[in-house]
Nanobody, 120 residues
Framework: QVQLVESGGGLVQPGGSLRLSCAASGSIFRINVMGWYRQAPGKERELVAD??????NYADSVKGRFTISRDYAKNTVNLQMNSLKPEDTAVYYCNADILPYSSGWSRTYWGKGTLVTVSS
C-alpha cells in the first residue's frame, strides 16, 4: 500500500507564511513526479506546483511566492508558501506519480488534503 500524508495546514493572516509537507510511504519503487494541488470552495482542483528530476512548475498565481522542494531520499515534498493571500485559501492536496513494487506501471496517488485558511 502506498500512502501520501500531508501536514502543515492551518490559519494564517494575509502576508504570512506556511510550510506544507507531504510524505510518501509504502512499497515504492520509484516516484516520478510529486506536487501540490488545491481546491477552493466552489472551484475545481488546480495545480499549484510540481517537481520532477529537479525541474519545477508553478501556477502563475503563486509564482514568486511559493517554493516547492523535494527530498528524494526521504520521499517527501514540501511547499513553502509566503506572502499568502485570502485567495490562497483552499484544501491543499499532495499528489504523486508512483511506481510501486507490486505493479508494472505507475499511477497517481493523492493525500487526504490539508486546509489552509488565509484570513485576518
Amino acid at each position: 500500500q502506498v500512502q501520501l500524508v500531508e501536514s502543515g495546514g492551518g490559519l494564517v493572516q494575509p502576508g504570512g507564511s506556511l510550510r506544507l509537507s507531504c510524505a510518501a510511504s509504502g512499497s515504492i519503487f520509484r516516484i516520478n513526479v510529486m506536487g501540490w494541488y488545491r481546491q477552493a470552495p466552489g472551484k475545481e482542483r488546480e495545480l499549484v506546483a510540481d517537481i520532477a528530476g529537479g525541474n519545477t512548475n508553478y501556477a502563475d498565481s503563486v509564482k514568486g511566492r511559493f517554493t516547492i522542494s523535494r527530498d528524494y531520499a526521504k520521499n517527501t515534498v514540501n511547499l513553502q508558501m509566503n506572502s499568502l493571500k485570502p485567495e490562497d485559501t483552499a484544501v491543499y492536496y499532495c499528489n504523486a506519480d508512483i511506481l510501486p513494487y507490486s505493479s508494472g506501471w505507475s499511477r497517481t496517488y493523492w493525500g487526504k488534503g490539508t486546509l489552509v485558511t488565509v484570513s485576518s
